[in-house]
């Protein structure tokens, strides 16, 4: 994501934009960079560990699968998660226009990060399933 916005592909990155309309909202101003950065960090990471939770309770009782399915379980999850933040939650909130009216250098940006994200975490979700004796 952050190359793409450095190479001028993305735009502003919607973690970025969200984290700008929570500090305005919360405070009632412009957001600084660094509180943006610092909102968008924190924000970020904890909806992805709390969207990864809840891949782990969708696939507890799968049995083992290849990491081939794995990664292509996560990605199919993570696009889900893109689906509904960037057509849905987020556009509802007025943080910006859905993912289809967007410019397609920031769209493609985040659905590629997002299978990267789903990926990965189907893959290590399931492996360390499997370690631990959870299947």
Known sequence: ??????????????????????VEGATGREATEGEEDAVAAVTHLGFGAVAGA????????MRSVPDAAAAALGAVFASGVWLVSYQGWVPFLHIM?????????????????????GMTLGVTTLRLRDLLGRD
């Not at 190359?3 to 309309?21: M, V, Y």
């Not at 809840?54 to 009782?61: D, I, P, Q, S, Y």
Request: aromatic share 6%; proline share 8%; net charge positive.
């Open 54 to 61: 809840l891949f782990g309770l969708m696939v507890a009782r």
């Open 97 to 117: 226009r859905p993912a289809s009216e967007d410019r397609p250098g920031r769209t493609v940006t985040m659905v590629v990060a997002h299978w990267v994200y």
């Open 1 to 22: 994501m952050i190359s793409a916005r450095r190479a001028g592909i993305s735009g502003e990155l919607p973690p970025d934009k969200i984290a700008e309309a929570a």
